[in-house]
């Protein structure tokens, strides 16, 4: 079931969702290594391709002790399993024309919306529509008049 909403929910980025532990842990150890070594310094968290997560990538999380991950819905911590922040991310899809403009009426009501943390996803795709980078500007404007930017290393602290 979680590859059948994988595959027809993305475009095949959902893999996390079927993974065992195992296979989630050495993806996760692997990436970590990757990343760690380009930017010379530990990191702080994780997000599965398309915010999609199986029990097994859940698992792996909690025990690579990774500080931070979120999904569509939520920043969390896989240590405690606390919530650090609740409110859905704003994103894009631009595959179909259907999703282009159900992505638009997603983001125009989603930046309006009264919660204290505004998750904005830019994916490279997004920038080659005029009509998503203006839908993203627009995002990113209501942001700026209605909070205060920050970082995830913030919600780490609170």
């Known amino acids: 079931m979680d590859r059948l909403r994988a595959s027809h929910m993305?475009?095949?980025?959902?893999?996390?969702?079927?993974?065992?532990?195992?296979?989630?842990?050495?993806?996760?150890?692997?990436?970590?290594?990757?990343?760690e070594d380009v930017i010379g310094r530990s990191i702080d968290g994780f997000v599965a391709p398309a915010w999609l997560y199986g029990d097994g990538a859940l698992e792996a999380l909690r025990q690579a002790e990774i500080a931070l991950a979120e999904d569509h819905w939520r920043v969390w911590s896989p240590r405690s399993g606390e919530t650090l922040a609740r409110g859905p991310v704003i994103t894009w899809a631009?595959?179909?024309?259907?999703r282009l403009l159900?992505?638009?009426?997603?983001?125009?009501?989603?930046?309006?919306?009264?919660?204290?943390?505004?998750?904005?996803?830019?994916?490279?795709?997004?920038?080659?529509?005029?009509?998503?980078?203006?839908s993203i500007e627009a995002s990113l404007q209501v942001g700026l008049k209605t909070r205060r930017p920050g970082r995830y290393s913030e919600l780490l602290a609170s």
Do not use: K, M, W
């Not at 475009?11 to 990436?31: D, N, P, Y």
């Not at 631009?94 to 259907?98: F, K």
């Not at 009426?105 to 997004?126: M, N």
């Open 94 to 98: 631009s595959r179909t024309r259907a």
């Open 102 to 134: 159900s992505s638009l009426a997603a983001a125009a009501a989603l930046r309006h919306l009264t919660i204290p943390v505004l998750r904005i996803g830019v994916h490279p795709p997004d920038v080659r529509s005029p009509a998503l980078l203006r």
């Open 10 to 35: 993305t475009a095949g980025e959902g893999e996390f969702l079927g993974l065992t532990q195992e296979e989630a842990g050495q993806r996760i150890s692997e990436g970590r290594a990757l990343l």
